[in-house]
């Protein structure tokens, strides 16, 4: 936050004479920088002691001298100041010129601001394949034997050798060539041969034999001792069980392909934010090994679960990776834009003086005359924060102070 004499000056007065103001103070030594009230001369008659009040401001008062819980002495009210008109700050046009005191009107405005959370880069499980076979055999050759191995769709993987993949291939081979014997044959036999090669042909399509395999052997009419399994689609090798000589049972798992051109970033969500985050929202992606550069995704569902210990929710971001830079596991910075459903009385981040306990607003009553209040603020943004009570739109308030010069 940034700070200059008037915030000073103020922040003293606010000291001594708490936030609802009242106390006199005495002609200032500074240029120009006086108080509406001053003390009476010593000449004329004392006034009456009423009570003495909180230094801060609080409601709360004492018949005798006290001290509050910070050591700091309850102010006297004499009669005639309790319900002083003005209270407020009167500073000369020349010291504001050198203090270089700037205002502007509180603004009804929608609510800009950013949802951060920290990420990683995750496989998308949408685009993995798992690569297994529905019969069994044995593992003649691998044509791609370690993890992390790029491939393309169609790839070969490796050569397998099955007895019932063999038996298969015959009876097919048998029956396409006994359809063309039987051409001249009884209407009956010929349909008992199509069925049965038929039959035959749909057990190697539910195997995942190709189309251009199964051509081949019906021209060949020759089945083959081993077959090539191919990639179903592109992606890293992420696990390979698969080993060369090894036996396989149907359903087994031997290959895992991950297509990384899409990942996922996970998203870790505070519980106070999770409210302005929706489904379909842009989101901003910052990676540690390319600073500088931002990547933009979406957000494309938000878990319903909340991490007990973080509390925090997660949220999944789909970001496109056309050139496989973003690698899983990565951490990534999330800066989620949002914005509020409607319009609310707003003020700079810069015009708040924030003691901890108590936030206040320097608001411009006239030429020379301010007014330092205390406000109640709500959601903060980028550059604007939202004031619920003690400022009204178009008020001017302080926003920039600069040093004297």
Aim: no cysteine; hydrophobic share 40%.
């Amino acid at each position: 936050m940034k700070t200059g004499p008037l915030f000073i000056f103020i922040a003293v007065a606010l000291t001594v004479g708490g936030f609802a103001g009242g106390y006199q103070f005495a002609q200032q030594k500074a240029d120009g920088v006086t108080t509406i009230a001053t003390v009476n001369p010593e000449n004329k008659p004392k006034k009456k002691l009423l009570y003495y009040r909180n230094p801060m401001g609080l409601p709360d008062t004492s018949p005798t001298p006290k001290k509050d819980s910070m050591g700091m002495d309850y102010i006297p009210v004499y009669e005639g100041e309790d319900d002083a008109p003005d209270s407020g700050l009167k500073i000369s046009a020349e010291k504001i010129q050198k203090m270089g005191v700037k205002v502007e009107p509180a603004k009804l405005q929608r609510l800009d601001k950013s949802v951060r959370a920290s990420g990683r880069i995750e496989v998308d499980e949408s685009r993995m394949t798992t690569v297994t076979a529905k019969f069994e055999g044995y593992i003649e050759r691998l044509y791609v034997n370690t993890t992390n191995q790029p491939v393309g769709r169609g790839q070969p993987l490796f050569e397998v050798y099955s007895p019932e993949l063999v038996s298969a291939q015959r009876e097919y081979a048998i029956a396409a060539q006994g359809i063309g014997k039987l051409g001249n044959a009884g209407g009956e036999a010929q349909d008992a041969m199509r069925q049965l090669a038929e039959a035959s042909l749909q057990r190697l399509k539910n195997w995942d034999i190709s189309e251009a395999q199964i051509k081949a052997l019906a021209q060949s009419g020759q089945s083959r001792h081993t077959l090539t399994f191919r990639s179903p689609a592109s992606g890293i090798v992420t696990e390979k069980k698969a080993i060369q000589g090894m036996r396989f049972m149907p359903g087994e798992p031997l290959f895992q392909i991950a297509d990384l051109s899409s990942v996922w970033v996970q998203a870790d969500v505070f519980e106070q934010d999770i409210g302005a985050v929706r489904v379909g929202q842009p989101a901003n992606i910052r990676i540690n090994a390319y600073p500088g550069e931002v990547f933009s995704g979406r957000i494309a569902y938000v878990y319903p679960t909340l991490n007990a210990a973080t509390r925090t929710v997660p949220v999944r971001i789909e970001l496109a990776n056309p050139k496989g830079r973003l690698k899983p596991a990565m951490f990534a910075d999330v800066d989620i834009p949002v914005a509020s459903a409607t319009q609310v009385v707003t003020v700079p981040n810069s015009a708040v003086i924030d003691s901890g306990s108590k936030q206040v607003v320097i608001v411009q009553l006239g030429e020379g005359r301010f007014d330092p209040r205390p406000v109640k603020l709500g959601q903060r943004g980028s550059d604007f924060v939202q004031v619920l009570e003690g400022v009204k739109e178009g008020e001017p308030v302080v926003v920039d102070r600069k040093s004297v010069v």
